[in-house]
């Protein structure tokens, strides 16, 4: 079964409500190719090996978490970006785009999905927080931080970085998936044990002991890659599609 592109976007523009988010990044169709769609591919990020992929599976569209134009970016098509989007031109293949709609959906979301994995009850997303990205929620029983690093690394298969606070047991947390280490003070003004996101920066040491909330850095792929899974898998059902899923192993 087909799929116009333009009634794909229309419809993705209302089931993530495009609209409500201030993004780095435009969410929705990125590159045109085909007007109607029967092949889609899904990944984390448009890379050019996703791209390769797409291509080799005949791929009438790409979607994914992480798209192209970012904010502040050199705007020239020339050399990566130039290859990427050439080839996607050259065998005419949509690339669509969806970036905090997807991080902070409240099922198919990166941050719901990882609450999920990790096992986490009494999940809530913290009202004062822009565009519902920080969520809080419990563990079932107490763990230690090495019992918890254990745990993350047993679920996404990578093991965290863990920046030390002064508690031994950790109990609640709050998680706000990718490079959103800087939502470490809005953690520990909910009094959490412990925070999760993606990456670290050098600041982050610091505040995790001065803030004493613990911090797990545990990858921005690592923790961004279920939602566009799951966002391809409720399309292919919704609209009947041929559906692909490429994860392209990142360790950051």
Same mark, same amino acid.
């Given at each position: 079964?087909?799929? !116009?592109?333009?009634?794909?976007?229309?419809?993705?523009? !209302?089931?993530?409500?495009?609209?409500k988010?201030k993004d780095? +990044?435009p969410n929705?169709?990125?590159?045109?190719? !085909?007007?109607?769609? &029967?092949?889609l591919?899904?990944?984390v990020?448009?890379?050019?090996?996703?791209?390769?992929?797409a291509?080799?599976?005949?791929?009438?569209?790409?979607?994914?978490?992480?798209?192209?134009?970012? !904010?502040?970016?050199?705007?020239?098509?020339?050399?990566m970006?130039?290859?990427?989007i050439?080839a996607?031109?050259?065998?005419?293949?949509?690339?669509?785009?969806y970036?905090?709609p997807?991080? +902070?959906?409240?099922?198919?979301?990166?941050? $719901?999905?990882l609450? *999920?994995?990790?096992?986490?009850?009494?999940?809530?997303?913290?009202?004062?927080?822009?565009?519902d990205?920080?969520?809080?929620?419990?563990?079932?029983?107490?763990?230690?931080?090495?019992e918890?690093?254990q745990?993350?690394?047993?679920?996404?298969? &990578? +093991?965290?970085?863990?920046? $030390? +606070?002064? /508690?031994?047991?950790?109990?609640?947390?709050?998680?706000?998936?990718?490079?959103? *280490?800087d939502?470490?003070?809005?953690? $520990?003004?909910?009094?959490?044990?412990?925070?999760? /996101?993606?990456?670290?920066?050098? &600041?982050?040491?610091? *505040?995790?002991a001065?803030?004493?909330?613990?911090?797990?850095?545990?990858?921005?792929?690592a923790?961004?890659r279920?939602?566009?899974?799951?966002?391809?898998?409720?399309l292919? *059902?919704?609209?009947?599609?041929?559906?692909?899923?490429?994860d392209i192993?990142?360790?950051v």
């Amino acid at each position: 079964m087909t799929i !116009k592109t333009t009634d794909l976007v229309n419809y993705l523009s !209302k089931y993530l409500q495009v609209d409500k988010f201030k993004d780095y +990044a435009p969410n929705g169709l990125q590159v045109e190719g !085909k007007q109607t769609i &029967r092949t889609l591919v899904t990944g984390v990020t448009a890379c050019q090996a996703l791209i390769d992929k797409a291509i080799e599976l005949d791929a009438d569209a790409i979607l994914v978490h992480h798209g192209f134009f970012w !904010k502040g970016e050199n705007p020239v098509l020339t050399g990566m970006k130039a290859k990427r989007i050439k080839a996607l031109m050259q065998n005419d293949i949509n690339l669509l785009g969806y970036h905090l709609p997807i991080d +902070a959906h409240n099922e198919l979301g990166n941050n $719901a999905l990882l609450g *999920q994995k990790l096992g986490l009850i009494d999940v809530a997303i913290d009202a004062n927080t822009p565009q519902d990205l920080l969520w809080t929620g419990k563990l079932s029983k107490p763990m230690t931080p090495d019992e918890l690093a254990q745990h993350i690394e047993q679920v996404l298969d &990578r +093991a965290p970085l863990h920046l $030390a +606070a002064e /508690s031994s047991l950790i109990e609640t947390i709050a998680w706000c998936t990718g490079g959103a *280490q800087d939502y470490i003070d809005a953690a $520990a003004a909910l009094q959490v044990d412990a925070f999760i /996101s993606g990456e670290a920066s050098e &600041r982050t040491f610091h *505040q995790a002991a001065e803030l004493g909330v613990h911090y797990f850095g545990a990858g921005h792929h690592a923790t961004e890659r279920y939602g566009i899974e799951a966002l391809g898998a409720h399309l292919a *059902q919704e609209f009947n599609l041929d559906w692909h899923h490429v994860d392209i192993n990142n360790p950051v």
